[in-house]
Each structure stands twice: as C-alpha cells, then as structure tokens.
C-alpha cells in the first residue's frame, strides 16, 4: 500500500491558463475521487469513476473542468480557462468497491492551486 | 438539499482535557458517517460508522453515532499537542454512489 499519490503538490498559474493534475490511486482500488477544498470548508465533491467509467459529476461542476480515467489506474484532472475563483486545494482518494468499506476513502495529499 | 454541520467550528483546550465534537447531517437515504483528521493536507480515517448505539474507539479516540436524532460525536480523551487538526464528519448515501458529503470541520488545537 504505496498510498495516494499527487502530482504536482503545488501549481501557481494566471488566469486564462489551462492546468491538468494528476493522481495515482492505490493500486487496488478501483474508485477514483475528485474533490476540491478551500480554506475553512470540508472537500467538495467534483467527481468520481469506477475503473474508467465516469459514474457521478457534481452538479456544481463548470464545463471548463474535466476528468479521465482511462486506462482505470491513474486520473487526470483538468481546468481549462482558469479563474481565480478556482484557487483551492484539489483532493483525490481512492477506495475498494467491496461492499461495506466502499466509503472509505484514502485521500492523497493534494494539489494546491493558485490562480493569480 | 442534504446538510452536514459540525460543532464547534474552532476549539482550544489544554493538554490533558477531554474534548467532545459534534456532527449532526440532514440526508436522505442515510447509509454510513465517517470521521476524518486533517493535519495539513491529506485527511486521514478514523471511524466509520454505521449502527446507531455502538462506540467505535480507537486508543483516546471514540465515536458513536444516533440515527434516530441524527447525530455522532467524537471523543477524545487526555488530549495531546498532536492531537492538533481539524476533523471532518462525512456521510454517505445510498443513493450517492460512495461519494462523500463532508461538513466544515472543527479546527482542535492543544495547548501544552
């Protein structure tokens, strides 16, 4: 159990540019999590895959963000056009598919973003 | 909408106190609630919870969670300076996939 992993740890960028993520999930999990939290609040869903397929985007998601998993192992993350309202943490985790433990997530150590 | 408010938002104490943290989640279709620390960047897991009535613990850590009044609370007893961070409650849905609704998080910190 190698963990989480993110890549970068922190990404500074201007406005207008495109910035993709990258997460590497724990090598038997098969769901994949995004999540993204700003100072002082809990993560927020963004989106999550079962193997490959893409099964859930939050609603609050902007057509401007984008996601793949495409061979089921690691996942990128990308926002195009950026904002500065984007700036925050971008959290992955992963977790088993097995029935009773599929909540619980293993989160990696994030993406800080900052959209001057 | 389905809600999920924690209590206090921010607390202090000293070394060696007993601290108690609220959770409290408004959702439909209620499967499970779980219990995060988040020191810097990656929360990591304490608890989950599933059967209202049976305490969960962990060393000075314990939880227990109420579905008729639809709370948990997690405890920690003789508190330490790295018991420092902000924890998380989540909740998970039937209905929600394995997707996680999180609150806002206390913010503990443990004075020596």
Redesign the interface.
């Known amino acids: 159990d190698t963990g989480?992993s993110q890549d970068p740890r922190h990404k500074i960028t201007k406005r207008g540019q495109n910035v993709t993520f990258r997460c590497d999930p724990i090598s038997e999990h098969n769901?994949l999590?995004w999540y993204r939290q700003t100072l002082?609040?809990?993560?927020?869903?963004l989106t999550?895959f079962?193997n490959e397929a893409q099964?859930?985007k939050s609603r609050l998601l902007s057509d401007r963000f984008s996601a793949e998993r495409p061979k089921g192992s690691f996942s990128t993350l990308e926002i195009q056009r950026t904002e500065q309202g984007d700036s925050a943490?971008y959290?992955c985790a992963s977790?088993s598919q097995q029935g009773?433990?599929?909540?619980?997530?293993?989160?990696?150590?994030?993406t800080q973003l900052s959209v001057l | 909408e389905d809600k999920v408010v924690q209590s206090p938002l921010s607390l202090v104490v000293h070394e060696g106190d007993t601290v108690t943290l609220n959770c409290s989640y408004e959702v439909t279709n209620f499967r499970s609630l779980l219990w995060y620390k988040q020191e810097k960047k990656a929360p990591t897991f304490l608890f989950m919870l599933t059967s209202s009535g049976i305490e969960k613990k962990s060393g000075r850590l314990s939880s227990i969670l109420d579905k008729k009044e639809l709370f948990s609370i997690l405890n920690i007893t003789a508190t330490q300076t790295g018991d420092s961070a902000v924890y998380l409650c989540a909740v998970g849905m039937e209905t929600s996939g394995s997707r996680l609704t999180f609150g806002e998080g206390t913010q503990l910190t443990v004075n020596p």
């Not at chain 1, 009773?100 to 994030?110: C, D, I, Q, T, Y």
């Open positions: 989480v769901r999590y002082g609040q809990g993560p927020e869903f999550y079962q099964l859930e943490m959290l977790s009773a433990v599929r909540e619980k997530l293993f989160f990696g150590s994030g």
